[in-house]
């Protein structure tokens, strides 16, 4: 056994500063106003000018490696490099370039997620872990999850005329 043993940190969350993007951490608590220019898509404009752009697109609960690399890719080919996970495991890029928003759309609707979660829009449907390790009904679990989520998300786009008003 080692004779310095390391204490263990037990003070809660790391510092999320470290990982915000540089516009965010500069400008935290210091936005102007928000706006919405479309369903999964924020703009955050600071008191002093800057703007940067949220996309958010849905992601299953549970990631593998293969889908968090691919995550991770697109955030570092089209979103600047700098990623953020909602509590609903729903991720989101920021970019600093208005230009940068519909290639970044566009990517990861072409790898097969979802852009929305804000405003009237669905991202990912949540659900339990279902048989993993939850006593809660099958009819909450992943598989019926997965099961009916590519439905309401197409009943549910922006486009779709069965969207919620």
Known sequence: MAKDMREPIETGCPDPFQYMHPVMRRNF????????????????????????????????????????????DIGDNYGEGYVHFTIRSNIEYMVTDEAKVQPLIDVIEDEGFIVGGTQNSVTMISHTQGWLHCDIPGTDA????????????????????????
């Not at 608590?29 to 958010?56: F, Q, S």
């Open 29 to 72: 608590g210091m936005w102007a106003y928000h706006e919405h220019p479309r369903p999964g898509v924020l703009l955050h404009v600071a008191k002093n000018g800057d703007k940067v752009w949220t996309v958010r697109a849905g992601t299953q609960r549970i990631l593998d490696v293969f889908t968090l690399r691919k995550l991770c």
């Open 142 to 165: 992943s598989g019926c999850r997965s099961a009916t989520s590519p439905g309401c998300a197409r009943s549910s786009s922006p486009s779709s005329a069965c969207r919620r008003r």
